[in-house]
Nanobody
Framework: QVQVVESGGGLVQAGGSLRLSCAAS????????MGWFRQAPGKEREFVAA????????YYADSVKGRFTISGDKARNTVHLQMNSLKPEDTAVYYC????????????????????WGQGTQVTVSS
């Protein structure tokens, strides 16, 4: 069974840091890209960051550039999201997603490009 599992969420004060981790597993499942999305209450799920191992490039939403860093280990199907200088508006449930197909460019930012999703981990930033 293919699955994606996140860890590392929690409560932090504004200006603080958190590191999220994600691992994809499953028989014969080799993700070509993995990414993070987030969803705040009453809002749509939005793209945060992703890495495409095929292209060898990392992508970021404008709202997190310079504060968040995505890294990963293709051999282990894992990605991490280092979140620094956190703001209250970063509060959301963060979801990890994996894509089994090749994606690049604008497709990286689209939810529908990803095949497998985790259950999500809560990140709360207090002011």
């Amino acid at each position: 069974q293919v699955q994606v599992v996140e860890s590392g969420g929690g409560l932090v004060q504004a200006g603080g840091s958190l590191r999220l981790s994600c691992a994809a597993s499953g028989r014969s499942f080799t993700p070509l890209a993995m990414g993070w999305f987030r969803q705040a209450p009453g809002k749509e799920r939005e793209f945060v960051a992703a890495v495409s191992w095929t292209v060898g490039y990392s992508y970021y939403a404008d709202s997190v550039k310079g504060r968040f860093t995505i890294s990963g280990d293709k051999a282990r199907n894992t990605v991490h999201l280092q979140m620094n200088s956190l703001k209250p508006e970063d509060t959301a449930v963060y979801y990890c997603a994996a894509a089994a197909n090749f994606i690049s460019g604008s497709a990286v930012y689209e939810k529908n490009s990803y095949n497998v999703w985790g259950q999500g981990t809560q990140v709360t930033v207090s002011s």
